[in-house]
Structures are given as C-alpha cells and as structure tokens.
C-alpha cells in the first residue's frame, strides 16, 4: 500500500506542478520524449516503478527540481495511514 500511495502522490504532485505552469499534457510529452499515456499513467498514480530519471526528465520540462516534487510525502504517508 505504502508504494501505491507513493505513486498516487508524486503523479499528483506532477499534475499540480504542470497544471500550475500551464503546460498540457501533450506539451509535456513533448519537452520530455515521455508517451502521453505514459505521462497521463504517471498523474493517475498508476504508473509503478517509473524511473528517477523519468522523474528528473519531467521536473526539468516543469522548470522545477525533482526534490519539489516529493516535498510533503512524509507527512502526506502519516496522515493516510492514520485513517
């Protein structure tokens, strides 16, 4: 459950980050080589086990360091946990 929550949480973070900066998805895919259903698999949190490298691929196309995009899960997991 714990990577699951994971993924759920850096695929919204990523959402949040491109919807914040105003890039779609396809513009997304396009900076990055990264299939648009790969990246719409990412945002879903349903995209287990994608690479760091896809992570740092992504927050370099958001203009952000990929560090901003796991900031929060700490307290993200405690909160989930304790329901």
């Known amino acids: 459950m714990r990577k699951k929550l994971f993924y759920e949480f850096i695929g919204e973070k990523i959402r949040?980050?491109?919807?914040?900066k105003g890039v779609t998805i396809n513009e997304l895919s396009l900076k990055t080589g990264i299939r648009k259903?790969?990246?719409?698999k990412i945002e879903e949190g349903k995209a287990s086990?994608?690479?760091?490298?896809?992570l740092f691929m992504i927050a370099e196309a958001l203009e952000t360091?990929?560090?901003?995009?796991?900031?929060g899960w700490?307290?993200?997991?405690?909160?989930?946990c304790a329901e």
């Open 16 to 20: 949040q980050k491109r919807e914040e």
């Open 37 to 40: 259903i790969y990246l719409q």
């Open 49 to 54: 086990r994608f690479s760091t490298t896809k």
């Open 65 to 71: 360091h990929a560090s901003m995009l796991v900031i």
């Open 74 to 80: 700490e307290e993200f997991e405690k909160l989930a």
